[in-house]
């Protein structure tokens, strides 16, 4: 391939059309080595899904001008940041905390290493030992994994979020994570399925009965069957079954937000409504 003649005008040349590109990228080797500066060229196969986005023609010749001092470099060139679009499929992560100054809305719900009866009650719930934490975020559909050893970064999540929904995270996931970390758990931004239903009623109900009335869907296991997979060392059932549990408190969160109801039956049966508000400014700032 023929170098091109370099121009008088020590200026880049301007982009070709892309079945030229070869061209082009000899005349701009051709222009800086003009200027004193040697190019070396390797070619990178390009990451999943980058050969998708157009080339910023203005943006590549404002760095080449000033790679070639032409122009100054700016002092703030950061593009405004835009929320990721929710994916139809998650993606899970194993340990990862959101970055630092984010703050999320997330689904949450953890598993426990040992019973009410291995602890000596339910009062003592604080000592059973988390075996898996999953949170769901809300804002770029992800699910983030976290085992014991990284209960320090499920904490500081957590800790950190916009909104937390759960189904009985006040009674009892929170008073198990109580065992890590001194934390003002009331303070936190909950919104708490069962909480707001017990409000309503005056008594409680089960996710899955919840869940069967009002999604046609149930929980795919107990937390027995949960505690017998860890105590069987197989952690990764006990991951499944814990984001099951998750999803199926985010499905009960989209419909109550959608519907402003959610359905249980009755003591005759019947299949009731219960009127709901899952509006997130309503427990955002909430502090206890």
């Known amino acids: ?24 990228v000899d005349e701009l080797c051709h222009e800086f080595a003009s200027h004193g500066q040697a190019v070396h060229l390797r070619h990178v196969p390009p990451k999943c899904g980058s050969g998708n986005k157009p080339l910023d023609t203005r943006g590549a010749q404002l760095i080449l001008q000033g790679l070639l001092g032409e122009a100054p470099w700016a002092d703030d060139t950061h593009s405004p940041s835009h929320p990721s679009s929710p994916s139809s499929d998650p993606q899970v992560k194993e340990g990862s905390e959101t970055a630092a100054g984010v703050s999320h809305a997330l689904v949450f719900d953890l598993e426990t290493q040992r ?17 898996v934490g999953v949170v769901y975020d809300l804002d770029c559909a992800e699910f983030r994994v976290y085992t014991e ?21 006040r009674r009892f996931d929170y008073d198990v994570l109580r065992h890590y970390a001194d934390v003002d758990w009331n303070a ?29 869907e149930g929980k795919s296991a107990d937390g027995l069957q949960s505690l017998a997979w860890f105590k069987a060392g197989d952690i ?15 499905r009960l969160y989209d419909f109550g937000r959608k519907h402003g109801y959610l359905l249980y039956r009755d003591i005759q049966g019947r299949a009731v409504r219960l009127p709901v508000d899952f509006d997130e400014n309503l427990f955002a700032q909430q502090s206890r």
């Open 1 to 24: 391939m023929r170098l091109a003649k370099a121009r008088p005008t020590g200026r880049f040349p301007s982009p070709p059309p892309i079945h030229d590109v070869d061209r082009f």
């Open 149 to 169: 050893r990284q209960v320090d970064a499920l904490i500081s999540e957590l800790v950190h979020a916009r909104l937390i929904v759960g189904f009985n995270l």
């Open 188 to 216: 936190l931004p909950t919104l708490d399925i069962l909480e707001c239903i017990h409000r309503r009623l005056g008594f409680r109900l089960k996710l899955d009965h919840l869940a069967q009335e009002t999604l046609g």
């Open 115 to 131: 019973s009410a009866e291995d602890v000596g009650g339910w009062e003592h719930r604080h000592r059973m030992g988390l075996a």
């Open 236 to 250: 990764d059932r006990v991951i499944e079954y814990c984001k099951q549990d998750v999803l199926l408190t985010k």
